[in-house]
């Protein structure tokens, strides 16, 4: 045997050694983390009906007559006198004419909030608890597990093993000379067991693209991946305002107040509690900034935030699932001026 024979030898028993080596890797991958992916498949399939689902949580809030309709301040007087010691959060605008408006409260004791359902005659009609709605437990199922901090991180471990099993996967599935069968599309005469082989082969590789966009388009709400992404974004000056999803999930910024004022919803989420006053420096009122946020037709759901301080804006978000519709108006508190758009492609200010 001379030496060109040694080399091919020796490169033939090294790709083996990686093959199995590979194959390993593929195999405990997949021991491991598909029963959790399973999880997050099924509650990230859920997640995307949010608006559907929320909507007939709040059926029984709907269809009220609107004839001696009051306004938007007389509504939230009327939950404040229902509930002594709350603090008003924010003022969700109805979906459509007819529908309770939904107003957040903070009760007394500091942590616990409340939606509180208020028809147009100024009636309070019911209360949900925003920690028990449906969509919010499949929410927490699907970034923590219902378990913290430590569910965040065992839901990133997951997510990045994932990646590890289908790269692996299409490296030991790819084709290496011997045709596109049992890859690209099955091989029905090669008998059971090479069938059963080439339909999880070829199903992996058709999923694995769209599965390897999910779970990077994921990756920036996780702890670790989320805090390396966000300091790339900032490094290289794309951020723009204040970031609006969570990672971990806990706030992007951990003292930012910006983003309770500008969010009161994904704070929520997070579960993260503040609470507004309407500010008695303010010389603008709820009802003309309703008025204001009515008439720019924003995607439902549209929340009205009165100012955190003296100094601080009124803010009308749009937080609609489909981000692309979302805008944050800021209107000056003294005199009702518009300050600042945001959208989903930038933002602009007067």
């Known amino acids: 045997m ?3 024979d040694h080399k091919a030898t020796d490169k ?3 790709a083996s050694i990686l093959y199995r080596t590979v194959w390993r890797w593929h195999f405990y991958a997949g021991l491991l983390i598909i029963p959790m992916v399973l999880v997050l498949s099924v509650t990230g399939g859920i997640y995307l009906f949010k608006p559907q689902i929320d909507r007939w949580e709040e059926r029984n809030f709907r269809n009220y007559p609107i004839e001696k309709s009051v306004s938007p301040s007389a509504q ?3 939950v404040l006198a229902k509930f002594r010691g709350v603090s008003f959060v924010d003022y969700r605008l109805p979906q459509q004419p007819g529908d309770a408006v939904l107003i957040h409260i903070r009760l007394a004791g500091g942590k616990v909030m409340r939606e509180v359902f208020v028809s147009p005659q100024g009636a309070v009609v019911g209360t949900l608890d925003p920690d028990r709605r449906f969509t919010q437990i499949v929410h927490d199922v699907h970034g ?3 378990m913290g901090p430590r569910g965040s991180w065992l839901v990133e471990f997951a997510a990045s093993w994932a990646i590890v099993l289908i790269v692996s996967g299409l490296y030991l599935w790819w084709p290496k000379g011997t045709g596109l069968a049992g890859v690209i599309w099955p091989r029905f005469r ?3 067991r090479t069938f059963l082989r080439d339909i999880h082969a070829v199903s992996g590789f ?7 966009v999910l779970l990077v388009t994921g990756l920036p709400w996780t702890d670790v991946w989320g805090s390396v992404f966000k300091a790339a974004r900032t ?4 951020v723009r305002g204040v970031q609006d999803w969570t990672i971990g999930g806990r706030s992007a910024d951990d003292g930012a107040h910006a983003i309770h004022t500008e969010n ?7 579960g993260e509690h503040t609470s507004h006053t309407s500010p008695t420096t303010s010389a603008v009122g709820l009802d003309a900034i309703v008025a204001r946020a009515a008439a720019e037709k924003l995607a439902f759901p549209v929340i009205v935030t009165p100012p955190a301080t003296s100094d601080a804006p009124w803010v009308v978000r749009s937080d609609s699932q489909n981000r692309p519709l979302r805008t944050t108006l800021k209107f000056d508190a003294m005199t009702g001026e518009l300050t600042s758009r945001r959208s989903f492609c930038g933002s602009a200010s007067n």
Request: charged content about 25%.
């Open 190 to 192: 090669g008998g059971r």
């Open 264 to 270: 009161v919803e994904s704070s929520r989420n997070r």
């Open 144 to 146: 923590q597990l219902l």
């Open 76 to 78: 939230r007087d009327a």
């Open 206 to 212: 058709w999923v694995s693209g769209f599965a390897l």
């Open 235 to 238: 490094e290289m000056g794309w």
């Open 12 to 14: 033939a028993r090294s």
């Open 2 to 4: 001379d030496i060109s």
